[in-house]
C-alpha cells in the first residue's frame, strides 16, 4: 500500500480583519479566510490536502494572531513564500512568518489556549467602527470584574453557547476573565483552553448586563448554572471581537 504520509508541515502565523469575510471556515456561496488563503497558497506550492485552521471564527470576527497548517511533499523557502503571499493576498489578510513542524503539529488540536478581547468604544468614533462595539450607556466595571471572577475555573457554559451546535459537551476552562478600562475604551479580555460557538459574545453581552444593573452577581452566578442559553443576555455584535493569542 502507498504511504500517503507527507514529508513535511509548515505552520503559517497570520491575522485578518474579519469585517468583510463569513467567518474562517470555506463555506458555499460566500468568501471566507480559509478560500483566499487556500487560492493563494496554491498557485505557488503544491499542497498535500487542505489547509487546517486554529478553529472557526464566525462572520465578522477578527483574528490579531492565528495558526494554519499545510502539508507539502517537498521543502518550501518559507521568507520567499511569506512574501508572496503578502503581494497576492488582499489588505484584509497579512502573513507574519511561516515555519518548518513536526508532523505531530496540529493548528487546533495542538493549541493549549486561547485568548480573546471584545473592544467598545462609549463614544462614537469612525475609525473604530469595524472593531469595536459603540455601546454610549454607563457601565459599572468594578461590579463586572466581580462577576468575571465566577467564570474562572471549568463549568458547563451552555448558557453562552450558540445552540444546536455539533460539539459533544459544553464544558470549558477559563484561566482568566477581566475589563480593562482606556479613557472611552473598554477591553473584555478572556483566556480558556476552548470555547463555544458565540460563547465570548454572550459572555460580553450578560456582562454588559451586569454593568447596567439590570443583572446582579448572584443572577449572573444563577445563569451560568442554569445551563440555559435563553437566561443569558444577548449575543453583541462581531465586530468588536478578536482573536488575539493562542498557546501552543
Not at 87 to 115: E, G, N, Q
Not at 131 to 148: D, G, H, Q, R
Request: net charge neutral.
Amino acid at each position: 500500500m502507498q504511504n500517503n504520509t507527507p514529508l513535511f508541515r509548515y505552520r503559517i502565523h497570520l491575522a485578518y480583519n474579519g469585517t468583510r469575510f463569513f467567518g474562517w471556515q470555506i463555506q458555499p456561496h460566500q468568501i471566507s479566510v480559509q478560500e483566499c488563503l487556500t487560492q493563494a497558497l496554491e498557485k505557488i506550492v503544491k499542497l498535500s490536502g487542505a489547509i487546517v485552521g486554529a478553529g472557526r471564527t464566525d462572520t465578522g470576527v477578527h483574528a490579531h494572531s492565528f495558526y494554519v497548517h499545510f502539508d507539502c511533499e517537498y521543502e518550501i523557502d518559507t521568507q520567499t513564500i511569506t512574501n508572496k503571499l503578502n503581494r497576492m493576498l488582499p489588505a484584509d489578510i497579512v502573513i507574519f512568518s511561516i515555519t518548518a513542524v513536526a508532523l505531530d503539529f496540529h493548528a487546533r488540536f495542538s493549541a493549549k489556549k486561547r485568548k480573546y478581547r471584545y473592544t467598545i468604544t462609549q463614544t462614537k468614533n469612525p475609525f473604530l467602527q469595524e472593531t469595536a462595539y459603540f455601546f454610549p450607556f454607563p457601565l459599572n466595571i468594578e461590579v463586572m470584574n466581580e462577576a468575571c471572577k465566577l467564570l474562572i475555573g471549568t463549568h458547563d457554559f451552555t448558557s453562552f453557547s450558540k445552540l444546536h451546535t455539533d460539539v459533544t459537551n459544553n464544558i470549558c476552562t477559563i484561566y482568566s476573565a477581566q475589563w480593562q478600562k482606556n479613557g472611552d475604551v473598554l477591553e473584555f479580555y478572556i483566556e480558556a483552553n476552548r470555547f463555544l460557538r458565540n460563547m465570548v459574545r454572550a459572555i460580553t453581552g450578560t456582562l454588559l448586563d451586569v454593568g447596567q444593573e439590570k443583572i446582579d452577581i448572584q443572577e449572573f452566578q444563577e445563569i451560568i448554572a442554569a445551563k440555559n442559553r435563553q437566561r443569558a443576555g444577548q449575543s453583541i455584535p462581531a465586530c468588536g471581537l478578536s482573536l488575539i493569542d493562542i498557546e501552543y
